[in-house]
């Protein structure tokens, strides 16, 4: 009967941990599971309340923060539109005041020189000075 309430107990559990999302309840399931499978061997009560704490301190301590660092999303590497300042670019279509397109870190991006009387030619090097919006500023490099 002991194992039988600790399997509804980790149920319960692991349905809150769908609304929490910090993986708490999911480890105090897991310490539900392990006194439940130790509720089989028919042991006194007491035995599995100190299995369930001493499992679920040590899936707290030992595998949530491992689960966290491997769960977190990775920093964007630099890719943000501070990192392509100072960057070369290939033109593809003329650039001038008018506007233009250059080939930009593998991708395509609108253009427009930094001095508006400059224009420059297909295939021509430049380099960008600043991103201003979706558009690329640049100087010949």
Do not use: N, Y
């Not at 309430?5 to 980790?10: E, F, H």
């Not at 999302?21 to 061997?41: I, K, P, S």
């Not at 005041?97 to 080939?103: E, L, M, P, Q």
């Not at 930094?114 to 558009?135: A, N, Y």
């Amino acid at each position: 009967m002991g194992a039988l309430i600790w399997l509804v107990v980790a149920i319960l559990l692991a349905g809150i941990e769908i609304f929490a999302g910090e993986l708490t309840f999911l480890m105090l399931a897991g310490g539900a599971l392990a006194a439940a499978g130790v509720g089989l061997a028919d042991v006194p009560v007491w035995v599995e309340v100190v299995v369930f704490t001493a499992a679920s301190i040590g899936l707290l301590f030992f595998l949530k923060p491992v689960l966290r660092r491997r769960l977190q999303t990775q920093p964007l590497q630099a890719h943000d539109t501070k990192a392509l300042v100072g960057s070369s670019a290939s033109v593809v279509e003329q650039v001038s005041a008018a506007g233009g397109i250059v080939r930009l870190d593998g991708t395509f991006w609108s253009a427009r020189p930094l001095d508006p009387s400059e224009v420059f030619e297909d295939g021509t090097m430049v380099q960008v000075v600043q991103i201003d919006g979706s558009t690329a500023v640049v100087v010949k490099a």
